[in-house]
């Protein structure tokens, strides 16, 4: 069993069968751990290259390469939530503001307010009159 940190997610088909392996340290076969896509997904480096130049060589600089984009991706990613919890955390500030009764607006009880309402009054005849405006 090899020790492999994954840093994101990813599901692997190997001999026909598909697996998912979460984001973190596994303990895996051999075999799985130095599969490919596992490697392009972990964060152990890849094994020392004795001849520059060969597939092998410029796959492992290729795989480093990917490797150090996933982590400045998972940082971005981090950076991008932390905004939008900020975001959200304004609007229902906002929100809160706009629905939370502000000086003048509301008495305590939240009721009654200072803009005019409106009103039937009778008149002596009996007929409902409607009038903006106090009692």
Request: proline share 7%; glycine share 8%; hydrophobic share 40%.
């Amino acid at each position: 069993m090899v020790q492999v940190t994954l840093v994101r997610a990813c599901k692997l088909q190997h001999n026909g069968e598909f697996t998912t392996y979460r984001a973190g340290v596994h303990d895996l076969p051999e075999e799985i751990a130095n599969h490919w896509w596992i490697q392009q997904h972990s964060d152990n480096p890849p094994p020392p290259i004795t001849q520059p130049g060969t597939p092998a060589a410029i796959a492992a600089v290729l795989a480093a390469r990917r490797r150090e984009q996933l982590l400045a991706a998972a940082t971005d990613q981090e950076v991008a939530e932390a905004a939008d919890e900020k975001r959200v955390a304004l609007r229902k500030r906002v929100i809160v503001k706009a629905i939370a009764p502000g000086e003048g607006d509301n008495d305590a009880g939240g009721t009654e307010t200072s803009a005019p309402k409106a009103d039937m009054q009778k008149s002596k005849e009996g007929a409902g009159k409607l009038s903006l405006g106090g009692k």
